[in-house]
């Protein structure tokens, strides 16, 4: 089993930046791949990036790409999402997941644990 806390959102205006942390319970951290995900009021949840359990695989939706970075610090059983340049489309609860075969899947189906979401709001 293992637990996820996403810490970090909150409220921000457009252009600025926040950085969004996952900390996970667990020593089998390291083998997990992880997802960032959002979901806005009235709208289906969405992927936004994703990473490998080592690191050296990505993913990010096209609305995100050159805006924000994932990354994870598998010593501190830490994933992160910098958001940078965000927009009032940004807006959403962001949720980390975590998928036991290690991949920087796309499909939320493929992820075995998720956390309660931070709320990020982004006001123009």
Sequence with gaps: QVQLVESGGGLVQAGGSLRLSCAASGRTFSSYGMGWFRQAPAKEREIVAAISWGGARTYYVDSVKGRFTISRDNAK????????????????????????????????????????????????
């Excluded at 994933?79 to 009032?88: A, I, T």
């Excluded at 489309?89 to 939320?108: F, K, Q």
């Design 77 to 124: 059983n830490t994933v992160y999402l910098q958001m940078n340049s965000l927009k009032p489309e940004d807006t959403a609860v962001y949720y980390c997941a975590a998928d036991r075969l290690g991949r920087n899947s796309a499909r939320s189906r493929e992820y075995d644990y998720w956390g309660q979401g931070t709320q990020v709001t982004v006001s123009s």
